[in-house]
C-alpha cells in the first residue's frame, strides 16, 4: 500500500516544472507520514534543479523547507502523533552512528546525510522534496512547529532560518557584537532579524540601497550600499562577525578588510565558482575565513522556538504550484521579498 502523492517534478536543466505523481515509501516503525502544506523555494531548488551543483538523477522534485501535518506515525514513532504540526529541512537521514552524528551535527555526517531531494534514502530509492503532498520521514529528521508560528512562514525557517541562526549561534552573535549581513535576499532578511534577536548590532550590506526600509524594520541598525566604494574605506575594520548570504562570485577580499582583530566571514551562499582569496587580507589583522551548512536537527528545533519566543518569521509570497517556473525566474532576478512559499493544496 504505497502511499502516492501529487507533485511537481522537472525532467531536465532546462526543462519547466510538469504535474506528476510519485510513490512514498510504507511507513516504517520509526516513519512519520507528512501531508505537507507548504513548501518553500531556496536558491539551491533551482540550482539542483538546473544541474548546476553537478549531476541530477531526473525527474527531480525539490523542496527542503516543508511545513505540514502528520497524518500517520509508524508504530514504535514516540515524538509525534497524528493532528501534531511538523517540519522538514534539508535532510531526512543520517548514519546516526559517526562522532558528527552523535553530537548532534548530522548536517555533518561522516557517511554523508540523506539529503531530502536528489539523494538516495537507506532503502536505495531516489528521495524527492517538499514540492508535492505527501512525504514519509524518520521521525528523528521531523521539527516540531510552535502554535504560534503560521505553517505558511514556519517553511523557509527549515532552510533559510536554520542556515542563518547557526553560524550566529556558532561564532557568538550577541549583545556588544558588531554583526554584518551581506545580501538582503531570502537568507539574509532572516540574518538580520535573528542576529538582531540575539542582541547583535546589524549591519546590511547590500548592493544597493533599495532595501533599506526593510532592512531596517527587520532589525538592522546600519544599511549599506557595497556599489559605493567609500562603503568599504568608511566601515574598514569595524566587524566582529560577517554572514555572507550571497551566492555571486563577489570580492571577498573586499570584505575581509572590514573585519576587526579576531573578526570571522563565514559563507553561507555557496557559489559555482571558486573564490580567490587573498591570505594577506587575513593574515593582518588574525581573521578568519569560514563555512556553515544548515544545522543539525536539536539546533534546528532550538531556532523553531528561538524564532516562536522572539515573533520571528520570513517575508513570504504565497504561490500557487503553476506558478513555480515563473518563481524561478524572479528569484534569479532579486525579484522576491523575501521568500516564496507554495501552497500545495494547488498541486
Known sequence: MMITAKARAVDGPDQSFRSAEIKRRDLDTHDVLIEIKYAGICHSDIHTAHGEWGPVNYPLVPGHEIAGIVTEVGSEVSKYKVGDRVGVGCMVDSCGECENCRRGEEQYCLKGNIQTYGGVDKYGEP??????????VTENFVIRIPDNIALEAAAPLLCAGITTYSPLQHWGAAPGKKVAIVGMGGLGHMAVKIAHAMGAEVTVLSQ??????????FGANHYYATSEAETFEKLAGSFD????TVSANIDINAYFGLLTLDGTLVNVGAPGEPLAVNVMSLIGHRRSFAGSMIGGIRETQEMMDFCAEHDITPQIEVISADQIDEAYKRVLASDVKYRFVIDTSTM
Open 127 to 136: 528521495t524527492q522534496g517538499g514540492y508535492s503532498t505527501h512525504i514519509v
Open 241 to 244: 562577525l560577517i554572514i555572507n
Open 208 to 217: 544597493s540601497l533599495s532595501k533599506k526600509e526593510d532592512g531596517l524594520q
